[in-house]
């Protein structure tokens, strides 16, 4: 398939509001003059932008962000790698940003209407969907979240000076977490493509090279630490392990960081905690619009159910051998050597 064919059966972009939408024709002969590489295979090439390895169904929308969003300096963006802890990041923060507008009445039940109703990823509008201009959060902070590398972003957020969370996570359970979910992805395209996906060994060996969405990997994460050491009270810097190792102080540093943190009252009430448990990944697992729901990303519906596999530390010893995790773990460290930043 062509790369303009593939653009003209998976994009539906949505025009920012009092932008007149542009044929994605432009943005096909833009992305098609980039080096390119073949990626996992049933998925598009990758394409090489600002050094960066993007599938075509995630930078059309970069480039069309690129040239209409205009970001506010009260805009927040949460931001990530992918199969990193967004999902759960995006279900903390909608419940943290909108917790003053929502009724609790006998304080068991802090989870959201819409988080009962919608899964995450479509309460914080992505910016590369172009899904900005039709968001309806409930919450007077502006949340927006995006896969996009620090230097790939809209020049409008950098200028703009927005405030950034970005969480990243061990690159080995990123892997594995990535591969599963890829997966489902092609599965729910053609069940004949998921018979061709790359093996978990051919995919690994290509994340190693940096060749996987939105990589290298270590790019990624260096380009959000090093920016978060320069601007420290405008991007906060979290880790997957930390999240899940301490999730009340990471809460409560998120709303202090959103500028709503928790009164004295709210934490004697116990609304940190139901925050937790309402946000927890049994509990998001088990609503039953993540059950049995789905959602249309790029004109193709995906399982809920595909964001919430296991979401624990350390699953990657059950898929990788000890020498594939060796090996990953050698590599972030010599990419990483000098940065400051070790997992």
């Not at 390119?36 to 295979?41: F, I």
């Not at 939105?214 to 991007?235: D, F, M, N, T």
């Amino acid at each position: 398939m062509s790369l303009e064919m593939e653009f003209s059966t998976t994009s539906k972009p949505i025009p920012a509001s009092g932008i007149s939408p542009e044929s994605p024709q432009k943005y096909v002969e833009e992305i098609s003059q980039l080096p390119k590489e073949k990626g996992w295979r049933g998925l598009q090439e990758l394409f090489l932008y600002k050094n960066f390895w993007l599938y075509p169904v995630f930078l059309e929308g970069a480039l069309h962000a690129r040239d209409h969003f205009q970001a506010q300096p009260t805009d927040i963006f949460l931001c990530s790698s992918m199969k990193t802890g967004t999902t759960w990041l995006k279900a903390l923060s909608f419940t943290i940003a909108t917790r003053g507008h929502l009724p609790s009445d006998d304080g068991s039940d802090m989870t959201t209407v819409s988080l009962r109703t919608a899964v995450p990823h479509d309460c914080i509008p992505f910016l590369e969907f172009n899904e900005y201009s039709t968001a309806v959060t409930g919450s007077e902070i502006p949340l927006f979240a995006s896969h996009l590398p620090y230097t790939c972003l809209p020049k409008s957020i950098i200028d703009s000076d927005c405030k950034m969370a970005y969480i990243c996570r061990d690159p080995k359970d990123t892997f594995v977490s990535m591969w599963f979910f890829l997966r489902k992805f092609v599965a729910g395209k053609n069940s004949t493509d998921v018979e061709s996906f790359s093996s978990i060994d051919e995919a690994f060996e290509l994340f190693c090279k940096g060749l996987s969405s939105h990589g290298p990997y270590w790019k990624h994460i260096l380009g959000y630490w090093e920016a978060s050491k320069r601007r420290p009270e405008k991007i906060l810097f979290l880790k997957y392990e930390d999240l899940v190792e301490d999730t009340q102080l990471w809460v409560k540093k998120l709303a202090e960081f959103f500028g709503c943190p928790f009164s004295a009252e709210e934490e004697r009430e116990g609304v940190v905690e139901r925050v937790v448990k309402e946000c927890s990944f049994e509990s998001l697992r088990n609503l039953e619009v993540n059950r049995s729901g789905k959602h249309e990303k790029r004109g193709r519906a995906i399982e809920n159910s595909a964001y919430f596999r296991k979401g624990v530390v350390g699953d990657w010893r059950n898929h990788l051998t000890d020498e594939m995790g060796k090996k990953i773990d050698v590599i972030m460290e010599e990419k990483l050597l000098g940065s400051g930043f070790t997992f």
